[in-house]
């Protein structure tokens, strides 16, 4: 390797590196206006669509949408979507079936690849134009409440970083779903 070739090699690593850095703080200074989004808002069905919306927009996917957990039937209802070819709302998933139900299972985020071809995805997606999914649980504490995914169309598209980045936003998440939900208890 020439002088040369190791300052170009050198000087491509910088450019990515500083690039990867412009990216996070854009995701970081997008989380915070997120944040305050979410707190102003007060019904619960609002509330899952601003988190799905802005969870989506903040890994650049395709779509994506908002498990709520059921604990009195132990079982995860698929209750916001952003994506023209989701699921029905009301769609059920047990404990460890498919993606969502692996991640209540585990406790865990997980992310797949190419869900078409994943040997553990939900018999009901079969024939949905699923790709890359990323998912990860939403808590309250200890309080299982949730389960956020993001997808895309590119087999690959989500890396550990992004399901960082995502679990970080899924912290918030929880907090506006706690408060919405507590409102409408209070409500009835």
């Known amino acids: 390797?020439?002088?040369?070739?190791?300052?170009?090699?050198?000087?491509?690593?910088?450019?990515?590196?500083?690039?990867?850095?412009?990216?996070?703080a854009r995701q970081l200074e997008a989380m915070s206006?997120?944040?305050?989004?979410?707190?102003?808002?007060?019904?619960?069905?609002?509330?899952?669509?601003?988190?799905?919306?802005h969870?989506?927009?903040l890994l650049s996917g395709n779509g994506?949408?908002?498990?709520l957990y059921r604990p009195e039937r132990d079982v995860l209802?698929?209750?916001m979507a952003v994506h023209p070819d989701a699921a029905p709302i009301g769609t059920i998933l047990q404990r460890g079936e498919g993606l969502s139900g692996k991640v209540l299972e585990k406790g865990t985020l997980l992310?797949?690849?190419?869900?078409?071809?994943?040997?553990?995805?939900?018999?009901?997606?079969?024939?949905?134009?699923?790709t890359a999914i990323v998912a990860v649980p939403v808590r309250w504490g200890e309080e299982f409440l949730g389960v956020l995914n993001v997808l895309s169309d590119s087999p690959g598209a989500f890396s550990s970083?992004?399901?960082?980045?995502?679990?970080?936003?899924?912290?918030?998440?929880?907090?506006a779903i706690h408060n919405a939900q507590l409102l409408e208890v209070e409500q009835e």
């Open 1 to 24: 390797e020439t002088i040369i070739e190791g300052l170009a090699s050198d000087i491509t690593e910088r450019k990515q590196a500083d690039l990867k850095l412009r990216q996070y």
């Open 33 to 53: 206006e997120i944040s305050v989004d979410l707190m102003t808002q007060l019904d619960l069905e609002s509330v899952l669509h601003s988190i799905a919306s």
């Open 55 to 57: 969870a989506v927009e």
């Open 64 to 67: 994506g949408g908002l498990y």
């Open 77 to 79: 209802e698929w209750s």
């Open 111 to 130: 992310i797949v690849e190419d869900y078409k071809h994943w040997e553990d995805r939900a018999a009901f997606f079969e024939g949905y134009p699923r």
């Open 161 to 175: 970083d992004d399901a960082e980045l995502l679990s970080l936003f899924a912290n918030q998440a929880a907090i």
